[in-house]
């Protein structure tokens, strides 16, 4: 059983949009730093935005303007809300999150190792026509 579920994905067209959800459902993400990355077909595992446990949200500049990431604690979920689709952002998107309370360490699909004190999902594809 995967720690973390990715959900969303799927197929958009450039220029739309799309939310992913990742929810940790037997973790609390209480005062955990959160981050969405993605990979594409022979690409490196890129970060794209982290949220901080003090609310700070940080994007990368591929993404900034676009893509807004933000939380529900009560939910244990992360989101990641996508404007404006561009082809070059068709991959697989992941979250991680933080389990320095929970010491657990989990396999990352994204970085094909162990991540310790990091919660990991399966990711979601997400694919985009032009």
């Known amino acids: 059983e995967v720690p973390v579920l990715e959900s969303g994905g799927g197929s958009v067209q450039a220029g739309g949009s799309l939310v992913l959800s990742c929810t940790a459902s037997?973790?609390?993400?209480?005062?955990?730093?959160a981050r969405w990355y993605r990979q594409a077909p022979g690409a490196k595992c890129e970060e794209i935005s982290t949220l901080y446990r003090d609310g700070d949200i940080r994007y990368a500049s591929t993404v900034k303007g676009r893509f807004t990431s933000s939380r529900d604690n009560a939910k244990h979920s992360i989101y990641l809300r996508m404007n404006d689709v561009k082809p070059e952002d068709a991959a697989t998107y992941y979250c991680?999150?933080?389990?320095?309370?929970?010491?657990?360490?989990?396999?990352?699909?994204?970085?094909?190792?162990?991540?310790?004190?990091?919660?990991w999902g399966q990711g979601t594809l997400v694919t985009v026509s032009s």
């Open positions: 037997k973790f609390s993400i209480d005062n955990e730093n």
């Open positions: 991680a999150i933080d389990a320095v309370k929970t010491v657990v360490n989990t396999w990352s699909p994204c970085f094909s190792r162990t991540r310790n004190l990091e919660l």
